[in-house]
């Protein structure tokens, strides 16, 4: 049977004492946003937050795109820093690739990979 499931993201975050990933292989079982398949993230960020170490996710290409906000988004082996300002910006990156972010205004970001 095919299910249909809607709702609100922000709700589903809070339930989740701030995780801001809402779909992957991560999210408890029996969840409808439990898959190996897919993932993504709410991201509303707030001024001054940031991941100061780089990360690096080995196995998936991301995608990462501007609702409203501002955002900063670091690519250290690159000496490369991209902001994303301007609703509809993004920055997509391969796997393997050291990153790290901050929030340079009130932000909402989605991120999918």
């Known amino acids: 049977m ?3 499931t809607n709702g609100n993201f922000k709700d589903i ?3 989740r004492n701030g995780n801001l990933w809402v779909l992957g292989h991560f999210i408890e079982p029996g969840s409808p946003f439990q898959t190996n398949d897919l993932e993504i993230k709410w991201g509303l960020h ?3 937050e940031s991941k100061d170490s780089p990360g ?3 196995q998936s290409k991301t995608l990462t795109f501007l609702i409203r906000g501002k955002v900063s988004l ?3 082996d690159q000496n490369q820093e991209i902001v994303l300002e301007k609703e509809g910006d993004y920055t997509y990156w391969d796997r393997g690739v050291n990153h790290s ?3 340079l205004e009130e932000t909402l970001i989605i991120t999918i990979r």
């Open 2 to 4: 095919n299910k249909i």
């Open 13 to 15: 975050i809070d339930k």
């Open 46 to 48: 707030h001024p001054g």
């Open 56 to 58: 690096t996710n080995l």
């Open 74 to 76: 670091k690519f250290p």
């Open 101 to 103: 972010w901050s929030v």
